[in-house]
């Protein structure tokens, strides 16, 4: 059964690497939902493991607050965009010492 | 009667209260009668248990008004010592304070902080009568440090002058001085004895100390105690605040630095005389002390120009006076010449300060002369009390200096001589200073001529009843060579109050009289002396510095003794204060503060390049500290 956690951690770090190898901001949000999704499978196996069905019940709020917390990403990214002209993440630097 | 014994000290202390809280709300002029009033309630509780003392009624008390510490097995309580000897301590400090205070009114009416001084008064007398009515040297303690706050608060009254100030402070830590003797006086009382009552103290004493050997441990206690006394009272080598201490309003110079608090000293002696009794270095110490202050201060007495100047250091010659008596072992001889000074030397101080009102504020004798005819009652009483402190009897002064010239004669005739000498020296100063003031022509300016009036009503009067208790307060204790019912009443009082009845003396009555008889003539010549310098010749005192003697000289500047503290200790002080300073201070310290100073700046100058905004560096960063975290918890 060990597979689910190899695919699992397979499906991570290919959402991290997203993260730090991406430039673009959407495709880093993508990347971001990769990891979170993998742990959400994450949860659903070791639900069906140990019989218990509230993993899998928790796996849907936590996938419905996601969908809430994207949003407010994508608004933030349409404000950058509407700003900047872009949506590349090196346009954002302005914030250092 | 015992019931309302709290409120003697709790009376001044709402003055002070209401004086102080309300200080902004309280009309100037009301002032003054607030403080009064308080007094005077004091003042006639004292005078019921004044009349059932002198009846004879009056056993020693202790009267608790509650308990103050409790731990391990110290338990004081703040409670009050009735017996004769605090009783008349009581009476001197509430009567005299209640006409000081009278005379405050109207010599203060025009001074814009009349509230605050009244309120500083009030907790003067509040302490001062804490510090002789408790029955435990803690209480005295708290009393003696309040008196010494409230000497500093006085003297420094108009601190906006920085002499002043500096007169404060200098008052304040010579009597620190004093008051550290005094603490480890205490301490070690209460490490031998595990108590600080002062009946259980005595009892103790008494039980465990053999009086017929020396005891270590007495002489130790004794003289550290004496310190304290040292230092309130104006000794060498503590006198030099006293004279400084004249910068304060005159009538407080009367009050604090005259008639009551210098006299504390001399309570806590006579209080403690079983211990003293024990240790007879201790007294002999104390008689040379007493003996060298009486004429050190008394010949810088004789040159000096400052009206108050020349009292202040009178006061110190008297009060070398009454440690001569203690010495001699004569505790009820010094709380008699307390008592007779108290109102002499206030009398005097009070007439400075008539005079200086009407002089607009002059001290300097030179610019004075011929005041009798324009202040006439200041003149009478000013006489009065010059007189009194001569020893002219029947006043005051000379049956209060008999019996001390008599005790040291009992001595020896050399103490006696020192003792007459020093009353020489007296005399010849203060009939110096009242030719200069009342006699001869006015030396002032016209402006001060035409000013020149005499002090309203309510200044004269506590003058008058000064005046009139110094005429009568002698004969409290009359010699046996005069009367044979009835004499040395005073000392009688006093040994109600465990205060043992000096020996008869065995001096003839023949000898004494001739001893009377010798001083007084040295006396009168003196007079006569200073009356031919002062109002026959006109001699002036040299108004400037090069135009006087040697031993001029050096008696007007004090003998150089504050030059000498300066040198000896001040500067030393200093000296250490500046390498403190400006080596360890600033090449240390100030080093190593800087130093963690310097190393966060530059620590911080050099890492903030990893913020360099870019969220991708974050994220590796992250992410890389999370892998070493995981890589460390599974290693390790």
Redo the contacts between chains.
Sequence with gaps: MSEYLVLCSILFSLG?FG???R?NILVMFMSIELMLNSVNLLMVYFSALHNDQSGQVFVFFIMAVAAAEITIGLAILVMIFRHLGSIN??S?????? | MMEFVWLIPALPLLGFLILSLFNKYIPKAASGYIASGMLLGSFLIVLNLLFSAIGGNLKPTVVIVFDWINVGDLNLALSFQLDNLSVWFMSIITGVGFLIHMYSISYMHDDEGVTRYFSYLNLFVFSMLLLVMGSNYVVMFTGWEGVGLCSYLLIGFWFKNQAYNDAAKKAFIMNRIGDLGFLLGMLLIYHQFKTLEYSQVFDQALKIINPNEQSGIMIAITLLLFIGAMGKSAQIPLYTWLPDAMAGPTPVSALIHAATMVTAGIYMIARSNVLYSMAPCTLDFIYIIGTSTAILAALIGLTQTDIKKVLAYSTVSQLGFMFMAIGLGGYSAGVFHVTTHAFFKALLFLGAGSVIHAMGGEQDIRKMGGLMKKLPITFVTFIIATLAIAGIPPLAGFFSKDAILALAFEASPVKWGLGVFAALLTTFYMFRMLYLTFFGEFRGTTHQKEHLHESPLLMTIPLMVLAFLTVVSGFIEIPHVFVHDGSNWFSHYLAGANIALPEASHISASTEFMLMGTALVLVVLVILITYVLYVSKKTLPASSESEMSFLDKLSYNKFYVDELYDAVVVKPIALLSDFNSNIIEKQFIDRIVNLSGRSIQWSGKTI??I??????TY??FM?VGIVVILFLNLVL
């Design positions: 991290a993260v730090l190898y430039r993440i090196d954002l630097k302005k914030l250092k010492w | 903030r390049y913020q360099s905004g870019d969220v991708n994220a590796i992410v």
